[in-house]
């Protein structure tokens, strides 16, 4: 079967749960929870301690799934290379990607085993997550033939570089283009680990802080250096999200800015996963870099004003709607 786009990465359930407690406790130092991190607030319960829940939610999610459903959604023929177990979850993970348009025939059920999921406890618009992942990249069986226009690699385990080989291998016989969202294992191991496939990325997703450590820049640089560090490293077009900053995006020289759309935040679950397809769905219509970013930013102000990774997705004619009756302030459009 023919394809627009196939992502490959994790498909997981996602279980969303509420603490009903009344507000964060911020600890006198770091050093008090053995943090090697400097979060501005934490969110702490004692050990052994029975917490409240006020709601629970479930939903399906996963980078790779959540990207597919989005540019599902747009309007594009999408199919997933990923597992799931033989659960009564991975049965139900199928079927919401079928109802979601989202092609399976990649989709490797290894009965003997559990699907991967995910508990993630929402707070005042945050959330902390626990992840299991039944499944490495050793898991996800690629066909001999990727027919499609576009690949999407979102996070992976360690052996990623075993499907960065095999898609490398495939964009130069097939003609591929190529978009990648790393995680913290492709980050933290570096440029060069990404081996012939760093030289073909149309698009990279990151955010700023993984920016930076992905550009080896150190201090505290600007958001323009950071992106042309990478750029001069491979990718062709650098896309960094930066929170309520906006989004940014260095191309062929240019760096362009686009600030946030207003909407209410409820959860922040799936935001960049949204932007990603957002973006991905404007660039697959040739649309501008300016309107990437556009495209990007709406659709993930939708996505976090509902509880789950894909509930909020738009399609392609509400998000251009959306992006062409919204009066973009001056400010929030940078362009050099």
């Known amino acids: 079967m023919s394809y627009d786009i196939i992502t490959i990465g994790d498909v997981m359930r996602d279980i969303f749960v509420f603490p009903d407690i009344d507000d964060m406790e911020k600890p006198v130092s770091d050093e008090e929870i053995e943090s090697e991190e400097h979060f501005e607030k934490f969110l702490v319960f004692g050990l052994g301690d029975k917490i409240e829940v006020s709601d629970v939610s479930f939903s399906i999610g996963g980078t790779a799934a959540n990207v597919a459903a989005g540019l599902s959604k747009s309007g594009f023929k999408t199919g997933l290379i990923s597992a799931v177990g033989g659960d009564n979850i991975g049965s139900e993970l199928v079927l919401d990607l079928r109802s979601k348009k989202v092609g399976v025939e990649n989709l490797k059920n290894y009965k003997l085993r559990k699907s991967s999921f995910s508990v993630i406890v929402s707070y005042k618009g945050e959330r902390t997550i626990f992840v299991y992942h039944a499944f490495t990249p050793e898991d996800f069986i690629l066909p001999k033939e990727i027919n499609a226009s576009w690949v999407y ?18 964009v130069i016989k097939n003609n591929l283009r190529v978009a990648i969202n790393p995680g913290s294992i492709q980050i933290n191991a570096g440029l ?103 495209w990007g930013v709406v659709n993930s102000a939708s996505v976090v004003g509902k509880i789950g990774a894909q509930e909020g997705l738009l399609s392609s004619n509400t998000i251009k709607r959306k992006v062409k009756e919204y009066h973009w302030p001056q400010e929030s459009l940078r362009f050099s």
Request: charged letters at 25%; one cysteine or more; proline letters at 4%.
């Open 153 to 170: 690699l979102g996070p992976m385990a360690k052996g990623f570089e075993r499907v960065y080989n095999q898609v490398t291998n495939q």
């Open 192 to 294: 060069e680990y990404f081996g012939g496939l760093k030289e073909l990325m149309e698009v990279i997703f990151l955010n700023r802080e993984e920016a930076q450590l992905l550009s080896g820049l150190p201090g505290t640089p600007q958001v323009k250096d950071i992106a042309k560090a990478i750029n001069l490293r491979g990718p062709k077009t650098v896309v960094i999200t930066d929170g309520k900053e906006g989004a940014y995006a260095y191309s062929e020289e240019k760096f362009l800015k686009v600030g946030i759309y207003p909407g209410h935040r409820l959860d922040a679950t799936g935001a960049g996963d949204a932007f990603a397809s957002g973006f991905l769905s404007a660039k697959m219509k040739e649309l501008s870099l300016q309107e990437c970013l556009k």
